[in-house]
């Protein structure tokens, strides 16, 4: 199937795909695999791949730098017709940028129940006592999403395991534990 026809036919698996293959660069690099994609009228406006260790800014999100470059698009902080579709549900730092923008809905694939901030553990995207809410949808393309996490960890984890953590490049053991979200009962 091509791309344009999931466009027509499921806009949001479309948009999570491309919030996939964002994942799938970061675990190319070493990064913690979460991709983001801002869509406006239709078009992609801003992507992003998790960048934490490349920049050494542990705000280098993918959702972040995703409403950076959407920003910087319409010239405009305000993001009030764009939806942000993210692999896995947003910390609450994303999410406080992502009201603070306005977005209009948040689509993410996997819940994180512990750290979560829409609705996994916290929902600020809808807290009553902000200026702005957002629409969340969740749950699209959820298994592949949480899949591109898991298969990620279980290799940090293996490398760790042969004594490889120091190597230049490698997850550090404290984004491993951070994993165990992901690891199930
Ligand atoms: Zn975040």
Known sequence: MFDSDTLLLNPDEHFMREALRQARKAASLNEVPIGAVIVHEGQIIGRAWNQVETLKDATAHAEMLALTQAESALGDWRLADCDLYVTKEPCP????????????????????????????????????????????????????????????????????????EHQKGSAAPSVIEAASIFDGP
């Open 93 to 164: 730092m994303c999410a406080g940028a992502i009201v603070h923008c306005r977005v209009k809905r948040v689509i993410f694939g996997c819940p994180d129940v512990k750290g979560g901030a829409a609705g996994g553990f916290w929902n600020l995207l809808q807290a009553p006592n902000l200026n702005h809410r957002c629409e969340i949808s969740s749950g699209v393309l959820g298994e592949e999403c949480v899949m591109v996490l898991k298969e990620f960890f279980a290799e940090a984890r293996r490398r760790r395991q042969e004594g490889q």
